[in-house]
């Protein structure tokens, strides 16, 4: 395992002076309050843009700057500190690694410059129940009809499900539900008719929706990867989906942390600062062990990822499922450590809550990964 | 009152008999609906009828004494009452709709008060005709209460209030008013601090409502900008108001050991069917995340270790309710217990546990998540479960106190 | 749920008094120091007997006191406090109670005045492996032989297994493991030829015997119960036996506790009764609360069984698990808060922890019955 | 020393090449078997012959500067060396057979000691000739180091030590202790106190084995009465002892973080078998306990997340070997994982998990019960989890001490 480079240091630090000044969860609460339709701010995803962050996992010859997933954390990680709400992770994380491994040259040439440079937003539309459940249990079909397949069914809880540009579909060309076999990914233009959208409204107050399929045909060369085979590519991008929200809610649960270590400083009951007392010491003190033992893992998958390390599955799903259990077990310590104060809406408490169980359950909660580690392991 | 195993069982006739002459059968099951902290529905007439009929019965305070409108019973036959009352989805809306009334302040009134102050205040409580709030806590003064700064001064004639309070439950749309305020500048913390009770029609009291993190909450910030109490208002000895407070906020934490009755069962789904609705059962008829299964498991034993924890503590003080010493433990236990609950409904809604607004989820979903988000505050209203287990380690367990850094 | 009555608070003093003067710790560590061929103290289980507590649950014609669980709860949760040594819980427990459950009158009158009076000491032997199994996978053989049966196969670590007189024996009469029915029950002395014990030497120093069966043949009249419609009975059994095993949990918990509450008042470290540290403080008070809730478990269990409850199997399994938690619990926290001293073979520590894990695999963990309660519920 | 990737390549030649010709094969995986802290098997002639070829080629301390018999290796080719010693199954015995000479005796004389010091002592510790113990604790200064009693007079031209000592791992077999004592009855604490190197053959010094929990155990009662040590064995500065045992007790720590290698690796057996072996697994080829497959996968994660954790503050480091701050953090998370493995080995075990001895248990299941009894002492020695939560609350998060009762 290795450290930050230099370079990822320094962009830590620019990401995060850049977050704290320009996109703080002042102005996401600010977004909230006047209400959106798409849960993010279209100027700070320019900015974000702008800056390349959205290129990092992109090839230079597309428009990126190919700097791989530990970078890409690094950023989310930043990001995550402040709620900063964009569709990074779902787009160029997320969207952007489907075409990269499962992309024909032509389509990667027709859609990584937009995801880099921000013009394009996809979504990934993947689950079809409230709980994220494994590949095989996919039941939206996509029939083949003439050149091309005609989809029908439904897609719920899309992140940037309403703003996007287009989505990455995973379908059942052949088989049932139970079956790995028989699965294929689509890219699909959201303006595509049949395609309709129904706004959900969360506790996060991010950009979801429930998509459905109705009757939409597609070309042939919407197909992603292999007609049936999908199901290892799928894993893969998910995996990688997994891994950046390690990433996100690692930086959700440090700037919790650090909220909370500031309140223990600087609150004071019985003439002390509340810090002073062992026992909320010790329970500080055990949360930054936690934080650390995180961190390591979130950024162990992050590099497995760039190195195609032969672990990489059993690391992301370690590193989903630690992020998991930090993340909740601090958010809850959020509020109880700051007490009355931490209940109001004025302070920013719940707000790192309800992002919190949000990330939580994306994409698989704890029990999901305990569950996939075993297998991973033989058990 | 009766508590031989006969006189009860002709008291649990009397009760139903009465119930069914008088309990109006359009509100049955419908406590969580019309009840709630932050808005009473008070148009209901059904609601209104029930709040008459209840409370000149005196059996929304069954255990106060008959001669101040309460129901006069004993702890066993206020038992039999409650049990009737669960058994045809009844309740008892006085215990919300006369605001810390009934769960906090009468009795106190009760133990503390003048005959005079009984006389005037206890009936209207009884009636429910009266909305108590309770002036506690102050922004620097939660966990240490003694440190509070809100005062009042002497003008002769009465008390002049000044200062801010927070948390105060129901202050905008109360009556009347309990606040703990410092009467003394110059004595130690606890030894300034008297009760008094104030009437809260009046200009020179301002109250902001707290909006929380689970939306819309009867909490207020409440500012004393001169306000005026009577003299005879204060309760209980001048500069001892600590001694009342302290004995307040032990109601307080009995009232949250999950072991107060009255206010209808069976409003909750089980969360076994949320399970098979949201999970699934296997072919084995098992939980198909067994994960979850084992941790819903151990919830349930949780919740039923609680319960019977409370049975058997009523059980032990023989009919006897004081203010038990294992509130503390039995309101950790309670907050834990309703905190895993809420944490492990979200878990198996999943995405639906994420709702917050609109027609794609449904009324159960929306709920679950506003639950989630206000039962965190179990463990830090009424002593923080921090604050039990100081009393806990000191009270029960003796365990002396740290007298140098540690 | 009822207090107790004062006869049974009466009783509670006098056991836990006879027990620190006349069975204490002290004297289970001599004899573990002695080495003893039955891990108990025949003079203690005479006077154990001769104080009527073996006949507890056995009916006044048969030469008990019939006083019930919940009486028999108070002495095992007392005796628990000291570690005495003795076969009241497998003897005049699990034994007594498959012949009251089981028995035929002829069996009843045979039986049950040797148990109540101590001259008779019975052992079920129901494990096959070393984690305890649900009955339907037993596989000890017992086939129609004439007019009796032939027993074949092997019980493993049967308390009390090597000083038993007679074993009440769950075997298999009719189909495979699996399968609930074709099981049946008998009580079979101990000499009867074919019988051999192999002593083991646990870490708890108790007595425990594997018990093989080698073409043992009995008589009809051994059968206990109806032939091959045992399981029910058996499951009955096994809640007796786990809810005593839960009443003696709690009282060697709560020594444990005490133990520890006294280490915290007393040793002095920078100056201070380290009790009063607040992290320890908070500690004791969480292990108080759960000790609390565990005693309301083990209670109504017991009481469940005395009133024959429908929720008897449900509580068993409750205050099994929930007495196993905190004794797991609470005899770490009783090394970890002793410090090196709890390290010690010389202060009582250990013996208290190596009891724990006895007690906490016997009849079923808290896996076990973690999936039993859901099991019973419906999920 | 040669860090460069090329550099450390060919180093990592040189060192197989070397193994190859100098460790005998016999020992390869014998670790646990000849390598028992509580009685080392020095009648091996290969383990004697292994000890010997490894300490004069300066490897048992490959860190250690070569001008004292050390290795002189940079931190990278240290590791290096100890990945290729795991890979064959060797293992570093000198680690074990020098007491706490080299993970906690040579670092500090290293640091603290006067030259001659250095050349007296280093060289002996290099070739695993010596065996240090330590006198730290005594029976009522655990936590509370500072309080300890044992003390020191001058007596002119050498010390005199009176009191007792516990927990000196190996007093029994040591050539030499350190031992922390009071130099100054007057001063406060942590003032007054020596670190003096004591020869231990000498009939004034008495020990006394500790029976453990788990059996027999290195540890000893160690009795000064009028012992004798020369002046010139104070380690540091006169009064100035509070600073090296510190420091040495952060290189306890630093050794307690799990990441300390050269001890061979493959000695333990996965989970994963034992769990197949003694639960089974079910058609779907999962653990049939479901309960335990989770609880079993929660720990292989924690496990894997403190392995991962030793390795990315190795990488931050960037090779510059400090005694890190994070040791604190290590230990806990180390003491954690090593106590989970050993509860759940335990309960995958069963009844077999509970064997003491004799025939009816085999190795495995022996050794699972006593390391899960010894092991339970992680959490104690070498500052326990409550001084370690201590440490990060004030040293990493710099959260206040407590100044008044709480």
């Given at each position: 395992?290795a450290?930050?480079?230099?370079?990822?240091?320094l962009?830590?630090?620019?990401?995060?002076?850049?977050?704290?000044?320009?996109?703080?969860?002042?102005?996401?609460?600010?977004?909230?309050?006047?209400?959106?339709?798409?849960?993010?701010?279209?100027?700070?995803?320019?900015?974000?843009?702008?800056m390349?962050?959205?290129?990092i996992l992109?090839?230079?010859?597309?428009?990126?700057v190919?700097?791989?997933?530990?970078?890409?954390g690094?950023?989310?990680?930043?990001?995550?500190r402040?709620?900063?709400?964009?569709?990074?992770?779902?787009?160029?994380?997320?969207?952007?690694?489907?075409?990269?491994?499962?992309g024909s040259?032509?389509?990667?040439?027709?859609?990584?410059?937009?995801?880099?440079?921000?013009?394009?937003?996809?979504?990934?539309?993947?689950?079809?129940?409230p709980?994220?459940?494994?590949?095989?249990?996919?039941?939206?079909?996509?029939?083949?009809?003439?050149?091309?397949?005609?989809?029908?069914?439904?897609k719920v809880?899309?992140?940037?499900?309403?703003?996007?540009?287009?989505?990455?579909?995973?379908?059942?060309?052949?088989?049932?539900?139970g079956?790995?076999?028989?699965?294929s990914?689509?890219?699909?233009?959201?303006d595509?008719p049949?395609?309709?959208?129904?706004?959900?409204?969360?506790?996060?107050?991010?950009?979801?929706?429930?998509?459905?399929?109705?009757?939409?045909?597609?070309?042939?060369?919407?197909?992603?990867?292999?007609?049936?085979e999908?199901?290892?590519?799928?894993?893969?991008?998910?995996?990688?989906?997994?891994?950046?929200?390690?990433?996100?809610?690692?930086?959700?649960?440090?700037?919790?942390?650090?909220?909370?270590?500031?309140?223990?400083?600087?609150?004071?009951?019985?003439?002390?600062p509340?810090?002073?007392?062992q026992?909320?010491?010790?329970?500080a003190?055990?949360?930054?062990?936690?934080?650390?033992?995180?961190?390591?893992?979130?950024?162990?998958?992050?590099e497995?990822?760039?190195?195609?390390d032969?672990?990489?599955?059993?690391?992301?799903?370690?590193?989903?499922?630690?992020?998991?259990?930090?993340?909740?077990?601090?958010s809850?310590?959020?509020?109880?450590?700051h007490?009355?104060?931490?209940m109001?809406?004025?302070?920013?408490?719940?707000?790192?809550?309800?992002r919190?169980?949000?990330?939580?359950?994306?994409?698989?909660n704890?029990?999901f990964?305990?569950?996939?580690?075993?297998?991973l392991?033989?058990? | 009152?009766?508590?031989?195993?006969?006189?009860?069982?002709s008291?649990?006739?009397?009760?139903?008999?009465w119930?069914?002459?008088?309990?109006?059968?359009?509100?049955?099951?419908?406590?969580?609906?019309v009840?709630?902290m932050?808005?009473?529905?008070?148009?209901?007439?059904?609601?209104?009828?029930?709040?008459?009929?209840?409370?000149?019965?005196?059996?929304?305070?069954p255990?106060w004494?008959?001669?101040?409108?309460?129901?006069?019973?004993?702890q066993?036959?206020?038992?039999?009452l409650?049990?009737?009352?669960?058994?045809?989805g009844?309740?008892?809306?006085?215990?919300?709709?006369?605001?810390?009334?009934?769960?906090?302040?009468?009795?106190?009134?009760?133990?503390y008060?003048t005959?005079?102050?009984?006389?005037?205040?206890?009936?209207?409580?009884?009636?429910g005709?009266?909305?108590?709030?309770?002036?506690?806590?102050?922004?620097?003064?939660g966990?240490?209460?003694?440190?509070?700064?809100?005062?009042?001064?002497?003008?002769?004639?009465?008390?002049?209030?000044?200062g801010?309070?927070?948390?105060?439950s129901?202050?905008?749309?109360s009556?009347?008013c309990?606040?703990?305020?410092?009467?003394d500048?110059?004595a130690?913390?606890?030894?300034?601090?008297?009760?008094?009770?104030?009437?809260?029609?009046?200009?020179?009291?301002?109250?902001?409502p707290?909006?929380l993190?689970?939306?819309?909450?009867?909490?207020?910030?409440?500012?004393?900008n001169?306000?005026?109490?009577?003299?005879d208002?204060?309760?209980?000895?001048?500069?001892?108001?600590?001694?009342?407070?302290?004995?307040l906020?032990?109601?307080?934490?009995?009232?949250?050991?999950?072991?107060?009755?009255?206010?209808?069962?069976g409003?909750?789904?089980?969360?076994?069917?949320?399970?098979?609705?949201?999970?699934?059962?296997?072919?084995?008829?098992?939980?198909?995340?067994?994960d979850?299964?084992?941790?819903?498991?151990?919830?349930?034993?949780?919740?039923?270790?609680?319960?019977?924890?409370?049975?058997?503590?009523?059980?032990?003080?023989?009919?006897n309710?004081?203010v038990?010493?294992?509130?503390s433990?039995?309101?950790?236990?309670a907050?834990?217990?309703?905190?895993?609950r809420a944490?492990?409904?979200?878990?198996?809604?999943?995405?639906?546990?994420?709702?917050?607004?609109?027609?794609?989820?449904?009324?159960?979903?929306?709920?679950?998540v506003?639950?989630?988000?206000?039962?965190?505050?179990?463990?830090?209203?009424?002593?923080?479960?921090?604050?039990?287990?100081?009393?806990?380690a000191k009270?029960?367990?003796?365990?002396?106190?740290?007298?140098?850094?540690?």
């Amino acid at each position: 395992m290795a450290a930050l480079t230099e370079e990822q240091a320094l962009l830590k630090e620019q990401v995060s002076s850049w977050a704290r000044e320009e996109a703080p969860v002042s102005k996401f609460r600010e977004m909230r309050d006047r209400g959106t339709e798409t849960g993010f701010d279209k100027g700070t995803w320019s900015a974000i843009a702008e800056m390349g962050w959205a290129g990092i996992l992109i090839p230079e010859d597309q428009g990126g700057v190919a700097m791989g997933h530990l970078t890409f954390g690094v950023v989310l990680e930043e990001l995550g500190r402040q709620l900063t709400a964009s569709p990074l992770l779902t787009s160029a994380g997320t969207g952007a690694c489907a075409i990269i491994l499962a992309g024909s040259e032509a389509q990667k040439k027709e859609w990584l410059p937009g995801l880099s440079d921000g013009s394009q937003i996809f979504a990934l539309a993947v689950d079809e129940t409230p709980r994220h459940a494994a590949p095989d249990q996919i039941a939206l079909q996509a029939e083949a009809s003439g050149d091309g397949f005609i989809l029908n069914g439904l897609k719920v809880h899309v992140p940037e499900g309403l703003s996007a540009d287009a989505f990455i579909v995973a379908a059942r060309t052949q088989g049932q539900p139970g079956e790995s076999n028989g699965l294929s990914l689509f890219v699909i233009q959201g303006d595509t008719p049949g395609i309709s959208r129904k706004r959900l409204r969360t506790a996060d107050s991010r950009g979801y929706a429930n998509i459905e399929f109705s009757g939409v045909h597609v070309a042939r060369s919407a197909l992603l990867g292999e007609l049936d085979e999908a199901a290892p590519l799928l894993e893969q991008i998910l995996d990688c989906g997994r891994a950046h929200l390690a990433a996100e809610m690692l930086g959700v649960a440090a700037q919790a942390f650090d909220m909370t270590l500031d309140y223990l400083k600087n609150r004071i009951q019985f003439g002390q600062p509340i810090g002073s007392f062992q026992a909320l010491g010790h329970r500080a003190s055990i949360l930054y062990t936690e934080m650390e033992m995180t961190r390591s893992c979130v950024e162990a998958a992050l590099e497995a990822l760039d190195k195609g390390d032969e672990n990489t599955a059993e690391l992301c799903s370690l590193s989903k499922c630690k992020a998991g259990q930090f993340l909740h077990h601090m958010s809850n310590e959020l509020i109880q450590i700051h007490g009355g104060i931490g209940m109001t809406d004025e302070f920013d408490a719940g707000l790192y809550l309800k992002r919190a169980r949000a990330l939580e359950y994306a994409l698989g909660n704890e029990a999901f990964h305990r569950d996939r580690f075993a297998s991973l392991r033989g058990f | 009152m009766a508590n031989s195993s006969e006189a009860l069982g002709s008291f649990r006739e009397e009760v139903k008999s009465w119930l069914a002459d008088h309990f109006p059968s359009s509100l049955a099951g419908q406590a969580g609906a019309v009840l709630r902290m932050e808005s009473v529905d008070r148009s209901n007439p059904d609601l209104d009828l029930w709040i008459k009929r209840l409370g000149e019965k005196g059996w929304g305070t069954p255990t106060w004494p008959a001669e101040y409108g309460g129901g006069g019973l004993s702890q066993l036959e206020a038992q039999v009452l409650n049990q009737e009352i669960d058994a045809i989805g009844a309740f008892n809306p006085l215990i919300v709709t006369a605001g810390m009334g009934i769960t906090m302040v009468g009795p106190t009134i009760l133990e503390y008060g003048t005959e005079e102050q009984k006389k005037r205040h206890i009936p209207k409580i009884c009636l429910g005709t009266t909305f108590w709030s309770l002036g506690y806590s102050e922004p620097n003064a939660g966990s240490d209460l003694a440190s509070l700064q809100c005062r009042a001064e002497d003008m002769g004639d009465h008390w002049r209030l000044n200062g801010q309070k927070t948390w105060t439950s129901g202050a905008d749309v109360s009556d009347w008013c309990g606040v703990l305020v410092r009467t003394d500048m110059d004595a130690p913390k606890r030894d300034g601090i008297s009760f008094i009770m104030i009437d809260m029609n009046q200009s020179e009291i301002e109250t902001r409502p707290i909006r929380l993190i689970a939306g819309a909450s009867p909490f207020c910030e409440t500012f004393f900008n001169n306000a005026r109490a009577e003299k005879d208002d204060l309760l209980g000895d001048l500069n001892g108001g600590w001694t009342v407070g302290k004995r307040l906020l032990q109601h307080e934490r009995q009232s949250q050991t999950g072991s107060s009755s009255g206010m209808g069962g069976g409003q909750k789904r089980s969360l076994r069917d949320v399970a098979e609705k949201y999970v699934g059962l296997d072919a084995q008829g098992k939980l198909s995340d067994r994960d979850l299964r084992g941790r819903l498991a151990d919830h349930m034993m949780e919740a039923r270790a609680h319960s019977l924890t409370i049975a058997r503590i009523v059980a032990e003080s023989r009919g006897n309710a004081k203010v038990s010493a294992a509130a503390s433990i039995l309101k950790n236990a309670a907050a834990r217990v309703a905190q895993n609950r809420a944490e492990l409904l979200l878990e198996m809604l999943g995405s639906h546990g994420l709702g917050w607004e609109g027609e794609e989820y449904n009324a159960d979903e929306l709920a679950a998540v506003r639950t989630w988000l206000s039962g965190k505050a179990m463990s830090i209203y009424g002593g923080s479960f921090e604050i039990q287990n100081n009393i806990i380690a000191k009270n029960i367990l003796g365990l002396p106190e740290n007298t140098q850094r540690g």
